[in-house]
Nanobody, 126 residues
Framework: VQLQAYGGGLVQAGGSLRLSCAAS????????IGWFRQAPGKEREYVAA????????DYADSVKGRFTISRDNAKNKVYLQMNSLKPEDMAVYYC????????????????????WGQGTQVTVSS
């Protein structure tokens, strides 16, 4: 599966952005999709993940209550709605796909994911 993340941009602190991850491939609906981010000089970190069924979602503590992940398997897309953005959210955001037979699996570590898209930059001004 090929992934393309987009929707990043410049936003003021407290603002919102919606990232999208578009996937190509016949079996998108059987992939858990995760979002990760990497700020300059920092390790890539987990943000959120959604199971292929859409029935399970998981979030890093740092974004819980502010970010919402969702998916539309008919459109082969996953979304990350980011509200109340903070300067510390500024990073390049990546979406990734993990093939799995489990409909409720969400992965939170990068090594679990098989495919990665290119990143999209999110800049938050204070």
């Amino acid at each position: 599966v090929q992934l393309q993340a987009y929707g990043g941009g410049l936003v003021q602190a407290g603002g919102s952005l919606r990232l999208s991850c578009a996937a190509s491939g016949r079996t998108f609906s059987t992939y858990c999709i995760g979002w990760f981010r990497q700020a300059p000089g920092k390790e890539r970190e987990y943000v959120a993940a959604i199971s292929w069924s859409g029935g399970s979602a998981d979030y890093a503590d740092s974004v819980k209550g502010r970010f919402t992940i969702s998916r539309d398997n008919a459109k082969n897309k996953v979304y990350l709605q980011m509200n109340s953005l903070k300067p510390e959210d500024m990073a390049v955001y990546y979406c990734a796909a993990e093939a799995t037979m489990y409909p409720l699996l969400t992965g939170s570590t990068a090594y679990e994911y098989d495919y990665w898209g290119q990143g999209t930059q999110v800049t938050v001004s204070s």
